[in-house]
C-alpha cells in the first residue's frame, strides 16, 4: 500500500478512540482484501460471522473474535 493509498483509506481508529477491532482490521487491508471482506460482511452474503472469523485465522490475519465481526456486522460497534 503507498501512502497515496493510506491517504485515500483515512486514518485507522486509534486504540483509545473509535473503532473496533474488526473495524480496525477492514482498516489496515489492501483495497483489494478490504472489498472482499466488505462483501463477506454484506448481508446476505452467505457468510456467517464465524465463517468470516475462520477464513481470517486461515489468512493469517492478526483477526478480531468472531463477536467483534458480529457486533462490527450488526453495526452493534464502537465503529457505527
Ligand atoms: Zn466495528
Given at each position: 500500500m503507498s501512502l497515496a493509498d493510506r491517504a485515500k483509506v483515512g486514518a485507522p481508529p486509534s486504540r483509545q478512540g473509535p473503532g473496533c477491532q474488526t473495524g480496525a482490521l477492514l482498516a489496515s487491508l489492501p483495497e483489494g482484501e478490504r472489498d472482499a471482506l466488505l462483501s463477506m460482511l454484506a448481508e446476505g452474503s452467505g457468510w456467517s460471522?464465524?465463517?468470516?472469523?475462520?477464513?481470517?485465522?486461515?489468512?493469517?490475519?492478526?483477526?478480531?473474535?468472531?463477536?467483534?465481526?458480529?457486533?462490527h456486522r450488526r453495526g452493534d460497534c464502537a465503529c457505527a
Amino acid at each position: 500500500m503507498s501512502l497515496a493509498d493510506r491517504a485515500k483509506v483515512g486514518a485507522p481508529p486509534s486504540r483509545q478512540g473509535p473503532g473496533c477491532q474488526t473495524g480496525a482490521l477492514l482498516a489496515s487491508l489492501p483495497e483489494g482484501e478490504r472489498d472482499a471482506l466488505l462483501s463477506m460482511l454484506a448481508e446476505g452474503s452467505g457468510w456467517s460471522a464465524k465463517q468470516i472469523h475462520e477464513a481470517l485465522v486461515d489468512e493469517g490475519l492478526r483477526t478480531p473474535g468472531f463477536k467483534s465481526v458480529e457486533r462490527h456486522r450488526r453495526g452493534d460497534c464502537a465503529c457505527a
